[in-house]
C-alpha cells in the first residue's frame, strides 16, 4: 500500500498586503514634483450682466493689433517688432491734452491689445510687457526710482506701499484685451 497524502495548496499570506500598499502610495505621494505654473497676473474687471456703457473717444485709444503672421500694426503702421512702441505710449498717456492726436488725460487712456487667433502667445506677451513696462516706466519716475527698483518695492512695508500709491495716483494701468479675431489659423 502506498502512502498517497493529500496536500493542499500552498497559501500566500496576505496580511502584509495593505502595508506594502500603504508605503508604496506614501512613497510616490512624498517623491513626486507637482509642477506649479505660473499664470499670468492679470487684474480681472467686477463682474456684470450689464454691459458697461461708455462711449471712448477713439483720440483716447493707443491700438496695438497682431495679426497671425505676428506683424504688430500699432496705430495704424505696419511694425515687425514693439522696440520703438514704448516711448509712443508713454507720450501717449502723459499728453494730458497737449496734442490733440494723443489722449486727453491719464486717467481715460487705454492701451489696446487685440490679436488674431493664429497670433503666437510670445507675440502677445511681448506686447503685453511692452504696454506694462510704458506703464511701470511712468511710475518709476514719478517715484524716482529706476523701473526695477519701482517694480522691486515690497507693497506689505507701509512705507514702501505709499511710494507706490503715489507713484500710480491719478494714472491706472488701463490696458484693454480685446477677443481675438477668428483669421488665421
Known amino acids: 500500500m502506498s502512502l498517497l497524502r493529500k496536500t493542499g495548496s500552498a497559501e500566500v ?44 473717444n477713439d483720440r483716447n485709444v493707443f491700438t496695438i493689433q497682431i495679426n497671425s503672421e505676428n506683424e504688430f500694426l500699432v496705430e495704424g503702421e505696419l511694425r515687425t517688432s514693439l522696440e520703438d512702441v514704448m516711448p509712443e505710449i508713454k507720450k501717449f498717456i502723459l499728453n494730458n491734452n497737449t496734442d490733440p492726436l494723443l489722449s486727453e488725460n491719464p486717467e481715460i487712456a487705454v492701451v489696446s491689445l487685440k490679436t488674431d487667433r493664429g497670433t503666437t502667445h510670445r507675440a502677445f506677451i511681448e506686447a503685453l510687457d511692452v504696454a506694462q513696462a510704458a506703464y511701470y516706466e511712468i511710475y518709476a519716475a514719478r517715484a524716482g526710482l529706476s523701473p526695477k527698483a519701482f517694480r522691486a518695492l515690497d507693497l506689505n512695508e507701509k512705507a514702501q506701499k505709499q511710494i507706490y500709491d503715489a507713484a500710480r495716483k491719478g494714472i491706472p494701468m488701463n490696458i484693454s484685451i480685446a477677443e481675438p479675431t477668428k483669421v488665421g489659423n
Open 13 to 56: 499570506s496576505t496580511s502584509s498586503m495593505a502595508d506594502i500598499a500603504f508605503l508604496l502610495l506614501t512613497f510616490f505621494l512624498m517623491t513626486t514634483v507637482i509642477k506649479n505654473e505660473k499664470g499670468l497676473m492679470l487684474m480681472l474687471p467686477q463682474w456684470s450682466e450689464e454691459p458697461v456703457k461708455s462711449i471712448l
